[in-house]
């Protein structure tokens, strides 16, 4: 079984710590992640607002050309990537003209026998997470799906839409403490970071309230834009709310790395607009 | 010689549209054999059917295939027909060239050469058909009735006062189902307890039926006028006859604390216990599984307390078998229960209740005595959020059908809570409102307009609790689709209607159809609509559909009728088509070899032995018979027997062969 990796833009600018932890918990976990050769664009938000073939055919370049790599599969961390490359491997192997109408386009065939992984299904296989555990982490988390990491259900045919749990399962095999609560699904804002700034504010506003309010110590995510959102905007945030809202936000696989007693340095925790003051419950007492 | 006559059909055009209809007669003309060969625009006409009984008369004909709809259909119109002639019935076969073609198929001359295909597969079968005669079987004037809620109890009184025994089978402790548990109904306010008692009490005093409460149906054998039933009575744990209903021994059980069924969970109730106090019979039933004796094997207060000593502890589980001529299954619905719904927090956060939990509030007989108190912690709810269309019309949870009863019991639960919590802010979700029936849609506008019940179209996103009150997230559609959050106290989800847990294995013990959804199927949706597809199964109520009072009970009636109906002929009269065993003259008698692998085959245990004796009464063999009352001509005996020896009436080793070869030698025939 080859697993193939597919940073997309956002692994490599960024949430470059996104990209940090993740590979320094396969190199602990022994699970190489080559990166998909001569990888693209997977064309984002803008693609599909624009050109619906551009849409389908530059997910379909990464594909095929994975696909040629030999690689069964690809993890996908970013979630809107993810979103991108499910649904185009969807969309092709539901109509066959279609397939091979963007085939012609990239000058490349998808097959489709290369499926898509998103990161929480990649960690949720690993056999006996719980026996890599150092460092319990032993704390209460938010887990926060976001959008695009279950939805569209019928397509991403992933955990339940409404009220995921994988994320939850997984924190509690870290010793993590999920906490219950009505926001883990609900919109950051995404895209709209740049263009309306303040709508960001009020939405990655509500989320991070209702998860303090509740007892959180960390926010988990698993999507570069909900980190963003969450972390980067955090003044936004705070001169809307006219309070300081201190809570860290925090992506599965640091909080995984943390667990493993990785350093907080190689897990890239320093790069977070807003300090991390947390760790797995060993390191709990000095900041990191 | 035979002389065959074929009639084409055009069905206005369902047929002719595809299919050339004039050229199929003139090919026909040329099968050999055929005698006549005409089209018409309708054949089942009463013009139609002169038309073959002419050609009869006129042609002498010796067989008739009418190429038209699905024997299903007109079969017996043109049997008939042939009847009034004197041509044996069954010498008259249909070729289905309507459903097997022309509704199948693209207009073209593949279409039309298929027509003929089908027309001289049956006319080479109708030439190999033998006159047969009707069965007649007895009818046993008892019926079945399988479900004590309201369509099961009016189904029962209207056939027992036809005159019928009726046996009445209720799986829960008291007959009433569903409906003893609503407060008021829709769309008069009136008391639902107040209306079905009396015909629960009536059924109890009824000479004509009997009740088996706390029973169910363990198996069903036999076929129309002729069924055998097991019922297995549970074991109440006490002796009915002596058990006067006191309630003394409900009083003093020490073990009180089990959610009860009756009050939708809401309520307490004890380990020997009447679900509710009008309930028929009223006789206490021990729960086993909470009861401190069987869990301990200590205590038995029950049974020095009552006065009749009544209690059985030991007793098991009795099967009464009967015999019956027909079924009524009405076992109702459920309504969606559990972790389906994990976006509104019901079954996490106790005010987040479900519809049949908010009748059991509003009831006089329910745990809060009829007021309105939620049950996290009996505070009275300022604001309740209904929810309509809670999982129902929702292809994404698997639920596609409209649960028809919610808009107006919503409409009713809401304005139930403005009588009671005069300054109570109700709000409804819905997507739409369908109030089709009559005064339900004044019902529905008087709690909008009098009543001042809040409806907003708009689907809920999400309930979570905060500081104590549940957050109800939703979007107003009408007004530009503005997302809306109201902090409730209680919140009303009107979860779908749902088959009854255990109906698939119910209809798979009754050999009826059932969908996709486990709703049980009528025999026709139009015009069949209280029947089953096993002859003598009749429907009632919300086991076939979800279905409010009025409705069920129509049906309940509808399907009474049928019944009596049925049972008012002593015999019936069955299609002959049937298995039967090869009888020959002496010396052979019969090819049957007597392995009886078809004995061990037959579903339905139609096979015998029988002994052929000479004259001076010695045992010349043991050959198989098929008893023509209990064979339904399945033919699974004839799949298996090893010398060819048994043969379905009707569709006999030589009519099949025949068929097959006219579609292999067309070629050569017609040249």
């Not at chain 2, 229960?337 to 509030?361: M, S």
Request: charged share 25%.
């Amino acid at each position: 079984m080859k697993t193939g990796f597919y940073p997309g833009c956002s692994m490599k600018g960024s949430a470059r710590e996104y990209s940090e932890s993740l590979l320094a918990v396969a190199r602990e976990l022994n699970r190489e992640l080559p990166e998909v050769p001569d990888w693209n664009c997977c064309g984002a938000t803008a693609a599909h607002n624009l050109d619906p073939d551009l849409a389908l055919a530059l997910p379909a370049r990464i594909l095929a050309a994975a696909e040629k790599d030999g690689m069964d599969e690809v993890l996908v961390p970013c979630a809107a990537c993810y979103s991108r490359l499910k649904v185009t491997r969807h969309e092709l192997l539901e109509d066959e003209q279609l397939r091979q109408r963007i085939s012609g386009l990239v000058e490349a065939d998808y097959r489709g026998s290369t499926e898509v992984l998103n990161i929480l299904e990649w960690l949720s296989r690993v056999p006996e997470l719980e026996k890599h555990v150092k460092k319990p982490f032993q704390r209460k988390v938010a887990c926060y799906y976001g959008c695009l990491l279950v939805r569209p259900a019928g397509i991403v045919k992933f955990d339940r839409p409404e009220d995921p749990q994988t994320m939850d399962l997984l924190m509690r095999k870290l010793g993590a403490e999920p906490i219950d609560w009505a926001f883990k699904t609900e919109c950051c804002g995404a895209g709209f970071s740049v263009s309306r700034t303040d709508l960001v504010a009020k939405l990655s506003g509500h989320i991070l309230e209702d998860a303090v309010s509740r007892g959180a110590e960390a926010v988990i995510v698993a999507c570069p834009m909900c980190h963003l959102n969450l972390d980067m905007r955090r003044p936004n945030i705070e001169k809307r709310a006219g309070k300081k809202i201190s809570i860290p936000v925090i992506y599965i696989t640091q909080a995984l790395g943390l667990a493993m007693g990785l350093p907080a340095k190689k897990l890239g925790l320093q790069r977070h607009k807003v300090a991390v003051k947390i760790s797995a419950a060993n390191a709990a007492a000095k900041d990191i | 010689m035979a002389r065959i006559g074929v009639f084409i059909c055009h069905c206005g055009e369902n047929i002719s549209a595809t299919v050339d209809v004039k050229q199929v007669a003139a090919a026909a003309a040329r099968i050999p054999g055929v005698a006549h060969s005409v089209e018409y625009k309708y054949m089942c006409s009463d013009p139609g059917q002169q038309l073959v009984k002419d050609a009869i008369r006129e042609k002498g004909l010796t067989g008739v295939v009418v190429a038209a709809c699905s024997p299903r259909m007109h079969e017996p119109t043109f049997r008939r027909a042939c009847a009034e002639t004197g041509l044996n019935p069954f010498l008259c076969e249909m070729a289905n060239i309507r459903e097997h073609c022309s509704w199948v198929h693209e207009k073209g001359d593949a279409t039309t050469e298929k027509a003929i295909d089908i027309v001289r597969t049956l006319v080479a079968k109708v030439k190999k058909n033998k006159a047969l005669q009707p069965i007649q079987v007895p009818v046993t004037k008892v019926a079945l009735v399988i479900g004590g809620g309201i369509a099961g109890i009016q189904a029962s009184l209207d056939i027992a006062n036809a005159g019928h025994r009726v046996i009445l089978v209720e799986r829960e402790p008291s007959i009433g189902g569903h409906m003893s548990q609503l407060s008021e109904t829709f769309p008069t306010l009136d008391c639902s307890q107040c209306i079905l008692t009396p015909r629960m009490v009536e059924v109890a005093q009824h000479p004509n039926i009997t009740l088996y409460s706390y029973a169910e149906l363990e198996s069903l054998d036999g076929f129309i006028g002729n069924f055998k039933a097991r019922i297995r009575r549970k074991a109440r744990s006490l002796d009915e006859t002596l058990c006067t209903g006191c309630g003394l021994c409900t009083q003093k059980c020490p073990t009180r604390k089990i959610p009860g069924e009756f009050d939708a969970g809401l309520g307490l109730r004890p380990a020997i216990y009447v679900p509710f106090p009008q309930a028929v019979p009223n006789k206490p039933v021990i729960d086993r599984e909470h009861c401190t004796y069987y869990r301990t094997g200590k205590c038995r207060l029950c049974e020095k307390i009552c006065p009749t000593q009544a209690i059985r502890f030991d007793q098991l589980d009795e099967i009464v078998e009967v015999e019956v001529g027909a079924v009524v299954v009405a076992t109702g619905f459920d309504i969606k229960h559990g972790d389906f719904f994990p976006e509104y927090g019901y079954g996490k956060y106790p005010d987040v209740i479900d519809g049949l939990q908010f009748e059991r509030l509003a009831s006089a007989s329910g745990p809060t005595l009829g007021e309105i108190r939620r049950p996290s912690d009996g505070k009275v709810p300022e604001t309740v959020v209904f929810v309509a269309c809670a999982g129902s019309r929702d292809p994404a949870k698997g639920i596609e059908y409209c649960s028809k009863i919610c808009c107006m019991y919503t409409a009713k639960h809401a304005m139930l809570y403005r009588h009671k919590v005069h300054g109570g802010k109700p709000y409804v979700f819905y997507m739409d409102i369908r109030a089709g029936g009559k005064m339900y849609e004044e019902f529905v506008r008087r709690a909008m307009e009098e009543d001042g019940v809040q409806y907003v179209r708009g689907r809920i996103s999400r309930v979570f609790e905060r500081d104590g009150k549940l957050v109800v997230k939703g979007a107003d559609t009408l007004l530009g689709a503005r997302p809306m959050e109201i902090e409730a106290d209680l919140v009303v989800l009107a979860t779908a209607a749902v088959a009854q847990p255990g109906a698939e294995e119910l209809a798979q013990k009754l050999h009826v159809s059932y969908d996709a959804h486990r709703f049980f199927s009528e025999a026709h949706p139009k015009l069949r609509p209280v029947e089953t597809n096993t002859a003598g199964i009749f429907l009632a109520g919300a086991c076939q559909a979800p279905k409010d009072i009025p409705e069920s009970v129509a049906q309940a009636s509808g399907a009474a009728a049928k019944v009596a109906a049925l049972f008012s002929r002593s015999e019936l009269v069955r299609e002959p088509l049937i298995a039967v065993v090869d009888r020959q003259p002496p010396p052979v008698y019969s090819s049957c070899v007597g392995c009886f692998l078809c004995q061990s085959a037959c579903p339905y245990q139609a096979i015998e032995k029988e002994e052929i004796r000479g004259r001076d009464g010695q045992l010349i063999k043991t050959v198989a018979r098929v008893n023509p009352g209990l064979c339904q001509g399945c033919g699974t005996c004839v799949a298996f027997c090893r010398t060819k020896s048994i043969d379905i009436q009707g569709f006999s080793h030589e009519q099949v062969h025949a068929e097959v070869l006219a579609l292999l030698n067309r070629g050569e025939r017609d040249a």
